[in-house]
């Protein structure tokens, strides 16, 4: 008997990913896309995925849509509004992160981002979040496919 399919939400700026994970990492998955951390919140309250692919970097959207307190983001970088932006920007896939998590999302994450030149850094954020995965952007399909397996225990 076959597996059902991996469900999974994207969470992205774009369409990049689901663009090459419904061309290149679709059989045994059905995808859905969320453009934001609420719209990922909101997907994942309706009908909560085994799996969440997450992008890091979030400079397409509209700023109001960025999860984050950018009023403490400016205080920590010493009143400097655009380097509180950019860091927004540059890691609101952690801000995402905690906020699926918060919305009660318990299931495998994986983020769309390279650690391997930051070791220590991933292994703090697995340490306090267990489910978390990470894949690199540029991997490849068979990559890809192996990461999100593992991350569902279908490895």
């Keep these: 008997m076959n597996a059902p399919p991996v469900d999974i939400v994207v969470v992205e700026d774009g369409d990049e990913y689901i ?4 061309t290149f990492v679709s059989e045994g998955m059905q995808y859905r896309q969320a453009k934001s951390g609420m719209q990922a919140c909101q997907l994942i309250a309706q009908r909560a995925p085994a799996l969440v692919y997450l992008d890091m970097r979030f400079d397409r ?3 109001e849509e960025l999860l984050g ?11 400097d509004v655009s380097r509180a932006r950019r860091f927004q920007q540059d890691n609101q896939g952690l801000f995402v992160l905690r906020a699926v998590r918060d919305a009660g999302f318990a299931g495998a994450v994986i983020l769309s981002y390279d ?3 930051e070791e220590r850094r991933f292994a703090a954020l697995k340490a306090r979040d267990p489910g978390l995965h ?10 890809i496919r192996a990461t999100i397996l593992e991350a569902v225990g279908r490895a």
């Design 115 to 117: 650690f391997s030149a």
């Design 61 to 63: 959207i509209p700023e």
């Design 69 to 79: 307190d950018i009023v403490q983001l400016t205080a920590r970088f010493n009143g």
């Design 19 to 22: 663009t090459n994970l419904t």
């Design 134 to 143: 990470y894949c690199p952007d540029y991997a490849d399909a068979n990559t």
